[in-house]
């Protein structure tokens, strides 16, 4: 996303982001394009609300800021503005929406793939453990809770298995 006001833009903003891998510049184009990978927005819509969301970000006089924090008032915008459907897809639980989604999808997917499979009984079973456990692994016991009622809360929540 270009801005002409960059230079005004980033004397208001944080320097820094504290993510999982440790302190980086502040980016206001990662918040325009998680919008555009996690939502259903176009561009336009997702260059509206990153603008809104910098603006909090500044009048709120922030300091420092976390990337949770920053899903938390883009979550906060998209509900302002209507865009509840794309909150409910932008949603952290735990970890962010897409990637909890992406991880069952792949589960299931790799469960259905053994099926299609022409293999011994007891090869499946070992190999269905192995992914079993690697998906465990992989997810907390709060992500799944917490995937599981929001599931359940969201009528339209569906996988889609390419």
Known sequence: MSRNNDEIIRKYLPSDVATKSGIKPFDENKIYSSLLKETSLNDESAEQITKTVLRRIISSEIGFLSGPHIREIVCSVLSEMGYEEERKKYTRIGRPMADLKELCE?????????????????????????????????????????????????????????
């Open 106 to 162: 792949g589960y299931i997917k790799k469960i259905m793939e053994l099926s299609k499979m022409n293999l011994s009984k007891r090869l499946i079973l070992r190999r269905r453990r192995k992914i079993r456990k690697e998906f465990l692994y992989r997810i907390s016991s709060w992500d799944l809770r917490e995937f599981i009622d929001v599931v359940q809360i969201s009528r339209d929540f569906t996988f889609k298995l390419d």
